[in-house]
T-cell receptor, first 111, second 114 residues
Framework: SQTIHQWPATLVQPVGSPLSLECTVE??????LYWYRQAAGRGLQLLFY??????ISSEVPQNLSASRPQDRQFILSSKKLLLSDSGFYLC??????????FGPGTRLTVT | AQSVTQLDSQVPVFEEAPVELRCNYS??????LFWYVQYPNQGLQLLLK????STLVKGINGFEAEFNKSQTSFHLRKPSVHISDTAEYFC????????????WGAGTKLIIKP
């Protein structure tokens, strides 16, 4: 069966510090991969998605970036965090036009 | 452009009462439809999905949903709710021929009153 891992689970970072969140998927190959953010009391905002290694599409221009160095690994990064980057970050995988499966999420607080 | 509307931001209901969470969508192409549940500080979990076939779909935790093509709706129902159903529920559609993205509703918070 497929599983998706995200880490860390929680993170507190000062403004201006770098960020690296990692997501890995097991039990499937060539998945579509997604990064979402939920701000407090808000819905889901798609940040990036990838349909293959090295292929990244950005949905929202901002100081975040994503990379996919391996088939089942998706990394979300920032060089300098802003207060507005605080939120709940979710990684998901899917195949084709079908459902997506979500990881447990990372709670990021920028102070 | 496609869109998903969840008509209620919050739905309070007494324990053991029935509930319906409403979802309407707009799309120029056919869609697949999904309902997800999110418990506090957790990721989203797939409740049920409609891909084709019978328009009444049964999911986990006693939930079901009915696809109504003429009304472009996919309402979620449960005949008797429990305290453990307290969560946020998201409706999503996947337009066929799209770029593999789901179009999300804003979510509905289900509040169970004892």
């Amino acid at each position: 069966s497929q599983t998706i891992h995200q880490w860390p689970a929680t993170l507190v970072q000062p403004v201006g510090s770098p960020l690296s969140l990692e997501c890995t998927v097991e039990g499937t190959s060539n998945p579509n991969l997604y990064w979402y953010r939920q701000a407090a009391g808000r819905g889901l905002q798609l940040l990036f998605y990838s349909v293959g290694i090295g292929q990244i599409s950005s949905e929202v221009p901002q100081n975040l970036s994503a990379s996919r160095p391996q088939d089942r690994q998706f990394i979300l990064s920032s060089k300098k965090l802003l207060l507005s980057d605080s939120g709940f970050y979710l990684c998901a995988w899917g195949q084709g036009y079908y459902e997506q499966y979500f990881g447990p999420g990372t709670r990021l607080t920028v102070t | 452009a496609q869109s998903v509307t969840q008509l209620d931001s919050q739905v309070p209901v007494f324990e053991e009462a029935p509930v319906e969470l409403r979802c309407n969508y707009s799309s120029s192409v056919s869609v697949y439809l999904f309902w997800y549940v999110q418990y506090p500080n957790q990721g989203l979990q797939l409740l049920l999905k409609y891909l084709s076939g019978s328009t009444l779909v049964k999911g986990i935790n006693g939930f079901e949903a009915e696809f109504n093509k003429s009304q472009t709706s996919f309402h979620l129902r449960k005949p008797s709710v429990h305290i453990s159903d307290t969560a946020e529920y998201f409706c999503a559609v996947s337009p066929r021929g799209s770029n593999y993205q789901l179009i999300w509703g804003a979510g509905t918070k289900l509040i169970i009153k004892p």
